[in-house]
């Protein structure tokens, strides 16, 4: 009697994948639970790819905190924190925004001179 060493097919016409197929009840179940367990590490991993984004709309002062740090205030009230570390901010810098709606990596302008914002913490800092 012969028999096929390699992915020998079912009486179905679909090719067996192995044990956990044989196992599972098909291929459908398997791409099911890979896709649930991929879904699950991602929401529970630490840090996930999602960016912190804040509005500055009606902002009416700031503040250098260190040398790369702002904090952005609406009365007394902060509303973000940026941090631009490649440009120096000190006290008389002249800041202008190039969007009200910053995120991660959004530009703005220090003292006439481009520069990337690299986190943006929302006012619950």
């Known amino acids: 009697m012969y028999r096929p060493a390699v992915n020998p097919v079912r009486k179905d016409g679909a090719k067996c994948l192995g044990f ?3 196992l599972m009840g ?3 179940m398997v791409t099911k639970i890979v896709f649930l367990i991929s879904l699950g590490v991602f929401l529970l991993s630490a840090n996930p790819p999602l960016a912190d984004c804040v509005s500055l ?5 700031w503040f250098a905190q260190e ?3 702002l904090v952005f205030y609406r009365g007394s009230r902060p ?13 008389s810098s002249t ?11 959004d530009k703005i302008i220090i003292d006439g ?3 990337t ?3 943006v913490t929302s006012a619950s800092f």
């Open 95 to 105: 800041i202008l925004l190039i969007k009200s709606y910053v995120c991660d990596l």
């Open 113 to 115: 001179e481009e520069c």
């Open 26 to 28: 098909g291929r459908k």
């Open 79 to 91: 509303l973000a924190s940026l941090n631009v570390p490649y440009c120096s901010i000190n006290p």
């Open 57 to 61: 709309v009606g902002f009416t002062d």
């Open 67 to 69: 040398t790369h740090n």
């Open 20 to 22: 956990l197929t044989g």
């Open 117 to 119: 914002i690299m986190t």
